[in-house]
């Protein structure tokens, strides 16, 4: 199969991990991965139940492959990353942000295999790289629940700043967490980044 989807690039390679849009199939290691406490510590959506993540994971794939059919980059794009053996490392997601035009936040989650490697980071360059060459932001932003070390110092290397917090915002079991808010203008983005990562990580190319 190819990485091209009528002129849209669906698989994203590098020497260590690749990045493609995320199937239905990928699923079930997206809510297995959430289902670990330990994965859900920082994450403010979790735990919840498996059906529900399903429920809200699923229309954002399929909405995204229809975009991609049409030949368009989607607003919602749901990424999973995998190793050279195809074993599952995380996944990522670029959404346009409500009510900011040019607003594009990014998220990710990765399962324990997968920590303190460096692929969480890579896998925020890739998903900055990606938002920058095929939407053109205005604004990039992120957000992580206060003391959530490796999120915060990932979009700190990015170049974003912390804009706002929001004491308490986030309710998990019992106890309320504060959110921090980070962001940046795309102008203000090290071009390096960019460039590196394109290194890294071809784009317009096929499998
Ligand atoms: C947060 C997460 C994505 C980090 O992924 P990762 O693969 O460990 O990240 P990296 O290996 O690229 O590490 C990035 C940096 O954070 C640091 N770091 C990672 N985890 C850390 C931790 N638990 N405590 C302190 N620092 C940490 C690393 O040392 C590294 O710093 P450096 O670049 O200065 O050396 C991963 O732990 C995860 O998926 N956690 C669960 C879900 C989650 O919290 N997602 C983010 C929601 S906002």
Redesign the pocket.
Same mark, same amino acid.
């Given at each position: 199969m190819h990485g091209i989807l009528r002129g849209m690039q669906t698989r994203f390679r590098s020497a260590s991990e690749s990045y493609r849009f995320a199937r239905p199939t990928d699923l079930n290691a997206i809510v297995g991965m959430l289902g670990d406490d330990?994965? @859900?510590?920082? +994450?403010w959506f979790v735990p919840a139940p498996p059906e529900a993540l399903r429920g809200y994971f699923l229309p954002l794939i399929e909405q995204q492959w229809q975009t991609l059919a049409d030949a368009e980059p989607p607003t919602t794009a749901i990424f999973v990353v995998e190793d050279a053996e195809a074993q599952y490392l @995380?996944q990522g997601a670029v959404m346009a942000v409500e009510g900011s035009v040019g607003g594009f936040e990014i998220?990710?989650? +990765?399962?324990k295999l997968?920590?303190?490697?460096?692929? @969480?980071? $890579? +896998?925020?360059e890739f998903l900055v790289t990606w938002a920058t060459r095929l939407h053109a932001p205005y604004r990039l932003q992120? @957000?992580? /629940?206060e003391g959530?070390?490796?999120?915060r $110092? /990932?979009l700190e290397?990015l170049g974003m700043r912390l804009e706002g917090t929001r004491p308490d915002f986030r309710l998990k079991g019992d106890a309320r967490h504060t959110e921090l808010e980070f962001g940046m203008r795309v102008a203000n983005l090290d071009p390096l980044l960019l460039r590196r990562t394109e290194a890294r990580v071809p784009f317009d190319s096929e499998l």
């Open positions: 330990e994965v @859900g510590a920082w +994450l @995380g998220g990710f989650q +990765l399962p997968a920590w303190r490697t460096g692929v @969480g980071t $890579r +896998l925020a992120a @957000g992580c /629940i959530n070390a490796g999120s $110092r /990932i290397k």
